[in-house]
């Protein structure tokens, strides 16, 4: 709650559809939605449905994490491998717990920068193609007018941005942890370096993982064409841009004048934007695909979009909840004291 407004300032700047792009520096896009938008609907827009995710994604994802990185130093497996094959995709537990995860995670993902980009409902500061009252109206819209399999938009890209994130993060955390407990020689790193350690681990993971990040907010945000029933998004993609719509049903009638179809997005008119010349949009699913197409229209500097405001969020969000997580976990082993002997020579 307390780094959603920078997430929201990230994901302006990633999805922004205009070119060049309203939103630059971290400082001034954050100034500028807070003054024009407000806080509530500006700032903290789409903070319900990132609420509604992220519990139930945390508490499946660390408890996979302490079982699959128990297991694997007890069968011998180096720590630091196992910090990172924990998450990743070589491991089979870890994938299964993102997997799960993502069923709720990923809906919540959809609606939560959907509403972030749109900011405040019939915004006149910012055209982003998207006009709901609420979650709530979110919600009806996109399973009335795109279908139910949308609030699944960019699956893939949202494991393949997690994984790597997570295994980068757990990795780097133990790893610096690791230091920090040589270097005070004790367990008891104290309040400030927990943090600094949560804090390194979180940002480097965010940096490394950024244009994976890129693609997923895009993925889930852009503007494209009404999906065919039975079509893959890209036909529908090349159907729509060469006027014709096909159905099992019903046929293109020769003399009939080509229609231009496009996703009836907004609540308040069928059609509330078109990109500007430059912005590229991904008429894919393909993370590899959609990489090359942002690499080829906009550079290295498209795949690192919103890094600044990431790279703040992830440190201190990864601080707080690597701080959080280790002080219950020491409380927990104080209330169930039968664990310590495992937990005393898991320690060791």
Request: charged share 20%; glycine share 8%.
């Amino acid at each position: 709650m307390l780094m959603h407004s920078l997430d929201t300032v990230k994901t302006r700047q990633q999805g922004d559809p205009h070119f060049p792009p309203k939103y630059t520096s971290l400082g001034s896009s954050y100034y500028t939605i807070w003054r024009q938008e407000g806080i509530r609907r500006g700032l903290y827009g789409g903070w319900l449905p990132a609420m509604m995710g992220s519990f139930p994604g945390t508490v499946l994802f660390f408890a996979t994490y302490e079982w699959s990185k128990r297991h694997m130093i007890d069968y011998g497996i180096q720590p630091h491998v196992s910090y990172l094959t924990a998450d990743a995709d070589d491991s089979v537990s870890g994938f299964l717990g993102d997997l799960a995860a993502s069923i709720v995670y990923v809906p919540s993902e959809v609606l939560k920068t959907r509403l972030q980009l749109q900011g405040r409902y019939n915004n006149p500061y910012f055209k982003s193609g998207y006009n709901y009252r609420g979650t709530y109206d979110a919600t009806r819209t996109i399973v009335r007018t795109e279908g139910f399999a949308e609030l699944f938009s960019g699956f893939k890209a949202t494991l393949y941005r997690d994984l790597p994130y997570s295994a980068f993060q757990f990795m780097f955390y133990e790893q610096f942890h690791h230091w920090a407990c040589d270097w005070k020689q004790s367990r008891d790193i104290g309040i400030p370096l927990e943090l600094l350690t949560g804090a390194a681990g979180g940002g480097l993971a965010g940096v490394l993982t950024c244009p994976l990040d890129v693609v997923k907010t895009r993925l889930q945000t852009q503007i494209d064409a009404v999906p065919v029933m039975g079509q893959s998004k890209e036909r529908a993609v090349t159907d729509a841009k060469s006027g014709l719509k096909e159905t099992p049903t019903q046929h293109v009638q020769p003399k009939s004048p080509p229609k231009q179809i496009q996703r009836p997005i907004s609540t308040s008119s069928p059609s509330t934007h078109t990109p500007a010349p430059g912005a590229a949009t991904l008429d894919t699913e393909s993370v590899v695909k959609g990489l090359r197409i942002i690499y080829k229209t906009e550079g290295l500097a498209g795949w690192f979009r919103g890094v600044g405001p990431r790279f703040v969020w992830t440190s201190v969000q990864s601080g707080c909840m690597l701080f959080l997580y280790q002080t219950i976990l020491r409380r927990m082993q104080d209330v169930f004291p039968v664990q310590a002997p495992e937990d005393a020579a898991y320690k060791a």
